[in-house]
């Protein structure tokens, strides 16, 4: 029996991409064999670990796909033709609406990939939603196929390498540095980190922030970001590094004095659980998935107004009390999302699926 993976796009350092790549290795070790088939694979990682989409073939009725959703493409509307038992990863679809005012090719994109989860609904035998809000979505879209909730596998090895030095040195100088780390993305409203960040630097102006993340297909909207600052007065203290090494990262994470999110979508949002990896206090707005991600740790907010959000961070940085309380609670939560407990929880839903006590 085979268990296969199917996805658009294998991305190199992609969250969605590094979780196909670990539950490879955790089929494999299940006794099944595995491959994993993308319509595009990224030539930077290792030859091998993926074949072409158009090279699956031969599926027999017991073998098993599992499909990774969270874009659109018309690869969702081939999925009936493979003759085996179905099993959709929703990692979500980022809402259209947001890029309305940015770009129309990724318009047109989300809308697809809403129309793809909406033709998947009676296609699969059974879903695993990265989150309890992806959960939520689906049964709004009338799923009613058996639904388990199994949280992105993260390989927290990997945040054990060194980070960059010349990055370290060159903001280790005192000063209070505030991170988000995410693509630069209108969902993930850069803007108001911003607006949080002007307010904050007014209580401290030994400060500044740092938006981790390429610009890459939405450079109108990280031009905007960088007149914004500008026109605040703070655009000298906003730093947008790009596309960088994934050293580099490890070494913005290092850096962080707070990991401050204000977005407004996400399925999962994998950098919140690096922040907790890193002991970074980590202060967020409370949409989407954001609250099952933090588990009751970090610090939510209810509204995404600068002053409140500024007023939070400065209380969290200068009462080192809380900040503790903060650090231990998130320790905890990071307990759940450890690669044992998550590979111990896809391994009996994969099973169960496969003994048939799901689907």
Known sequence: MRVVQLLTTLSFGDAI?????????????????????????????????????????????????????????DLTFKLEKYKCRRIM??????????????????TQLTELGYRGVEFLRDKVDYVLAVSAYNKSELLKMGYT???DIRPILIKFDDYMKAPDEAVIK?????????????RIAPNKRQENVIKAFYCYKKLNPDSRLILVG???????????????????????????????KFSEILAYYRLADAFVCMSEH???????????????????????AISDTLGGSGVLLDSNDPVYAAAV??????????????????????????YENVRAVFEKELRGFIEGRKG
């Open 17 to 73: 991409g590094n979780d196909t790549i670990a539950l490879k290795g955790v089929i494999g070790d299940m006794g099944y064999k595995t491959d994993i088939y993308a319509e595009n694979i990224d030539k930077r990682l290792p030859d091998g670990i993926a074949k072409k989409a158009a090279k699956l073939r031969d599926l027999k009725k017991d073998d098993v796909l599992i499909y990774h959703k969270s874009t659109g493409t």
């Open 89 to 106: 990863v929703y990692h979500n679809v980022t809402p259209p609406e947001f890029f309305r005012s940015y770009s129309i090719p990724a």
């Open 145 to 147: 196929c058996p639904i």
């Open 170 to 182: 060159k903001y280790s100088d005192g000063k209070k540095n505030l991170v988000f780390v995410g």
């Open 214 to 244: 390429s610009a890459r297909g939405m450079e109108n909207y990280q031009e905007r970001l960088v007149k914004y600052a500008r026109a605040l007065g703070i655009g000298d203290d906003v730093i947008f590094p790009g596309h960088i």
């Open 266 to 288: 996400e399925g999962f949002c994998v950098p919140l659980v690096e922040a907790m990896f890193f002991d970074v206090p980590v202060i967020a707005y409370d949409t989407s």
């Open 313 to 338: 961070i400065d209380r969290v940085l200068t009462d080192d009390k809380l900040r503790e309380s903060i650090i231990e609670g998130q320790r905890r939560r990071l307990e759940d999302f450890s």
